[in-house]
């Protein structure tokens, strides 16, 4: 059987198919898909931590007894200004990483 010849437009056609497949002895480059960097990442992990930290530092202040109330545990100033502000920081570093230009 005799191959029929080919014109400029089957070859075109060929091309068109092949563009996004790479070739097996091409290499491959891998590129970073994600939006952010590594750094990036790392800070918004630390920013989220240090926001729990502060939802923790703010937790607890009951009593077992409902009928005691004790003012000094619940107003203490770790839970009423280190928390908060604890709170604060971390957001700050949370929005400061995202808006943070990754290195490329």
Do not use: C
């Amino acid at each position: 059987m005799a191959k029929a010849p080919t014109t400029q437009n089957d070859q075109k056609s060929e091309s068109l198919l092949d563009e996004g497949i790479p070739k097996s002895n091409e290499p491959q480059s891998v590129e970073n898909k994600f939006a952010l960097g590594k750094l990036n990442y790392i800070l918004i992990i630390a920013g989220v931590l240090i926001v729990v930290l502060g939802f923790v530092l703010m937790s607890g202040g009951g009593s077992e007894d409902p009928t005691v109330f004790n003012e000094e545990e619940l107003f203490h100033p770790t839970r009423i200004t280190v928390a908060p502000i604890t709170v604060i920081l971390g957001y700050l570093v949370v929005i400061f990483a995202i808006m943070k230009k990754p290195k490329r």
